[in-house]
């Protein structure tokens, strides 16, 4: 079915709303996972190398499966799957209160609710792109942030019914909180034309003519039914043996078996070869798209610019991940007493990334300011910051290097500038699909190197120096790339050469 245009307005208003309270609700409790952490770590005694893994693949692993994640959304549709996503997301949090072990953990809260939410945030940004056009921009800035105003609600809800209801109780409630999940998927109405006329299905006794195009057709189908002939004439060989047997008792069922025998076999060796054909053809266009995506990713990878953006993602998401996940547990190893509390650090990262995400958001507008340095500059600046971090020994200080970390985390609002200026729009969407991949592998192997350093030192000092040396190292590597001239990194990648028979098989399947 074809879309309708899309209204930027209307109903799409609605689908904002939900898509930002959907955000809120899956990602708030894997984002404030930092409270669960200090949980975990006294009720199973496990290293904390080895449970910082469950935060980690929360996070990570919706952004590893994001190809399937793309899949499941353009065949089943956004509401289907953000329906089942929240059975998802709120079935592994009620789960993960039962979990017996660490390992358990990590299927439970790690896989089953990373999987949840890395489905609900491909769902959300689709239909939101399909219901805004003109102000796509607006509408996706909208709805990021309910991740970040999920961070800073759910650090201190998790915190307060973990004082009530201890940590079983809390993934309970929180579970049941995600069923609200459910609700707004119901209200994500596909934009789509009911008054389409459906497709012409495709018979086998269309096909001569619907691929007639091909040079080749008439000798392909002549090999095929040679190779049919010989296979009939075996069999009919193999039949005549029977003939004092069951064939002979058939032949008196059948008043006209001369006609049978002549006319079947010709209709039935003309349809499998025509099936064979077309089969051997949707083989080479598979593979010819194969090759071209092959040659689409060496190509982008000749960037340098682009090469750069990869290892800086990777090691920004390595080194600036940890911070979120590790920073409640820091402030108990610095000695910080709880009564000097007045906000849950977590939840001052998370207000703060709110506010970096629509300030830089507004800074990459203005055309004076070139977007690749600003996205540099954070990531110098939060390199800085982290090998602060083992200076800072009071809840003041904490808390504010926290409020830093927060605000250059924003600086997820501006990759996608980046990206498009790098590789150009029409590489962006096979562009951001490799890097976002990497982010997830960032994502997935920080907090645990962070938390390994921890048992082996004892002390976070090292293990933040080395998250620092990981952020500046990616900074530096992406300011040398683009020193020479933006302008030269700028150009847009040749695109490959369309083969024939490739778009002509694809305009008719």
């Known amino acids: 079915m074809e879309l309708k245009k899309s209204p930027d307005g209307g109903w799409g208003w609605v689908i904002v709303l939900v898509s930002f309270f959907t955000q809120f609700l899956c990602y708030g409790s894997p984002l404030a996972v930092g409270v669960l952490y200090i949980e975990w770590l006294d009720a199973f005694g496990e290293g904390k190398g080895k449970t910082a893994w469950v935060g980690s693949l929360a996070s990570g692993v919706g952004l590893l499966a994001s190809p399937v994640c793309s899949l499941c959304v353009s065949s089943f549709g956004a509401r289907t799957v953000t329906i089942f996503s929240g ?14 072990n660490i390992y358990f953990l990590f299927f439970s809260y790690g896989i089953v609710v990373g999987l949840g939410c890395g489905l609900l945030y491909t769902a959300t940004v689709t239909i939101t792109c399909q219901y805004f056009d003109d102000r796509r921009g607006l509408a996706l800035g909208l709805i990021s942030t309910g991740s970040s105003v999920g961070l800073f609600m759910y650090a201190a809800l998790q915190r307060m019914l973990v004082e009530f209801y201890g940590l079983d109780g809390c993934l309970l409630i929180v579970g049941a909180l995600a069923l609200n999940i459910l609700a707004c998927g119901s209200l994500m109405r596909p934009l789509q034309s009911s008054d389409c006329p459906l497709p012409k299905k495709i018979v086998p006794e ?7 195009i091909y040079n080749e057709k008439g000798k392909n189908l002549e090999e095929n039914i040679n190779i049919l002939d010989k296979s009939y004439s075996s069999e009919e060989k193999c039949k005549s043996t029977l003939a004092n047997g069951d064939w002979k008792q058939e032949s008196l069922l059948h008043k006209n078996p001369t006609v049978t025998h002549t006319k079947e076999p010709e209709t039935y060796k003309k349809k499998v070869a025509e099936q064979t054909y077309f089969c051997k053809q949707l083989a080479k266009r598979k593979w010819q798209l194969y090759k071209n995506y092959c040659g689409e990713t060496m190509a982008l990878f000749k960037n340098k610019v682009f090469s750069a953006l990869f290892i800086a993602i990777l090691l920004f998401d390595i080194g600036g991940f940890p911070p979120s996940l590790l920073m409640e547990d820091v402030a108990r190893s610095s000695n910080v007493k709880e009564e000097e509390f007045i906000m849950p650090l977590i939840s001052i990262i998370g207000i703060m990334t709110v506010v970096g995400k629509l300030l830089l958001g507004i800074l990459a507008d203005f055309k004076w300011i070139n977007t690749l340095y600003l996205y540099v500059a954070t990531l110098i600046i939060m390199g800085l910051a982290l090998c602060a971090i083992p200076f800072a020994k009071s809840y003041v200080t904490l808390a504010l290097l926290s409020g830093i970390l927060g605000f250059l985390t924003g600086n997820w609002s501006i990759f996608p500038y980046v990206t498009t200026k790098t590789v150009g729009i029409e590489k962006l969407a096979h562009a951001y699909g490799i890097l976002m991949f990497f982010a997830g592998l960032g994502n997935s192997l920080g907090p645990p190197i962070v938390g390994w350093f921890y048992d082996w030192t004892q002390t976070y000092d090292i293990a933040f120096y080395f998250s620092g040396f990981c952020v500046l190292l990616g900074g530096f590597i992406l300011l040398l790339a683009a020193l020479p001239s933006w302008d030269t990194c700028n150009k847009q990648l040749p695109k490959p050469a369309p083969t ?10």
């Not at 269309?206 to 007639?212: C, V």
């Open 206 to 212: 269309d096909l001569p003519d619907r691929y007639s």
């Open 500 to 509: 024939t028979f490739l778009y002509k098989v694809a305009s008719n399947v």
């Open 87 to 100: 059975f998802m997301v709120a079935g592994g949090l009620m789960l993960s209160s039962f979990a017996p």
